[in-house]
């Protein structure tokens, strides 16, 4: 009849082995990657995908893209000037001629009386009236941008939300898209190739809007370009409307003008659509996408399914990349790019080569050492305990999808020469122990329990550390502290638990030389 400590080592060992299978089925989707490539139905049911390779190891497109501070203050200017027309057009007080100068919107009217309506009415929303000059019949409205830096980090978070949603349109998969400090973009495509084609897609604005041809000869314009000439010609200076209510965007093909971009509004831009065309039939419409117009046909009828399509585009490709920058939203402000690369693959073939070298001489260095000072039988605990803690690291990185960087395989060579300290102090407190004449399972026991203080008390520390390191620091030195405090967690259980396991479930109550 087995006793109750037998029972117990076994039911450790069971558990050991269930983790074992468990890391095992984790990591066979990045052990046979053809076998579970996208569009399988063993990759769609299976419990992981494979191992996210950063863009050091595999090669691809890099691109750090800023947020241009002066063309989104300009931008947000003239929104406070669209408020301030709305606001004017709501109380029914004409507007004769507008224009900005830096950070004023100065205002014509037509009447003395409309000049003081307006004054009135602007104080009362807010507004600072810096000079009302009722000769001139000019009203001069300081354009304040409060909490800029506020804005410009939204900004920057929203344009990460339009970034990622355009790379998953684009067919890029294990992409990095993040914030960089207030006002920075990172972007990293594994496996891209075509740094040029990236750059229109993701760069790309797409701030689409709707103006008129000039509807009458006294109406303030502005030129723009054809897109498939570069001729420029008039347009009104107003936006009657805007992409923001796009619902939809899709590539069609028509006998006449080849590859179209078909755009279909929500709700409230149907009905404005609608709105619109009603109210000026006979008039022509332009289509422009971020101040290039690419058409702008007459208005036949009242369209009120709330649809259009954007003709003048040369190529499908132009097409299909419109479409999709249309489908994820206008970037919230214009981009600059600060950083690009086009990293190759043979440099990420030299880092993964030398990264694996860099393991097995660690985790083969190790061992000999430890085999060297205390025996075969520890030595042998302690490699196993070793190999499976570096198969749990890669499998806890497969399961959170993180990505694997050169400083993340570091960071696993790293955690291989950081976590035999564990080992070293359970190994002494059990050579104290066996001094003391007791049988070799209960020094085991007493080992274990004097380490455990120690052991704590150090992953305890480099787990805050790791922590801090994660979120003061940015790029590959976030996934270099991601890894060592996943390793640090990995090599406490495998040196308390799997590491005790094995002790009990390889020993017969026999002494160990050391």
Known sequence: MRSFDQVKSWNRLYVLIGVLVFVLLVLAPSFFRDKFR???????????????????????????F?????????????????????????????????????????????????????????????????LSDKTKKELHVKLDVLEFEKAVAEAALKAVETIRARIDQFGVSEPVVQRIGLNRVLVELPGVKDLQRVKQVIGKTARLEFRFLPRTKDVKTVKMPLANTGELIEVEDEVVLTGDTIQKANVEFTPTDGAVVAIQFNFEGAREFARITRENREKNLAIIMDGVVYSAPQIQTAITEGSAIITGLRSPEEARELSIVLKSGTLPAPLNVVEERLVGPSLGEVYIQRAIYTLISSFVIVSVVMIILYGKFFGLVSSLSLALACLLIISCLVLLQATLTFPGLAAIALTIGIAVDSNIIIFERIKDALKEKVSFLDAVERGFANAYSAIFDANITSLLTSLIVYFLAHGPIKGFAITFAIGTLVTLFCAVFVGKTLIFCFSSNKSIQT
């Open 38 to 64: 996208e569009g399988t139905k063993l990759a769609e049911y299976w419990i992981s995908k494979p191992i996210q390779l950063g863009l050091d190891l595999v090669g691809g497109v890099y691109i750090l």
């Open 66 to 130: 800023e947020v241009d501070q002066a063309k989104f203050l300009d931008q947000l200017r003239s929104l406070k000037i669209n408020e301030i027309r709305n606001d004017l057009k709501k109380n029914e007080i004409p507007v004769l001629s507008y224009e900005k100068q830096n950070d004023t919107a100065i205002f014509r009217f037509v009447t003395e009386k409309s000049l003081l309506k307006a004054e009135t009415s602007l104080e009362q929303a807010g507004y600072k009236i810096l």
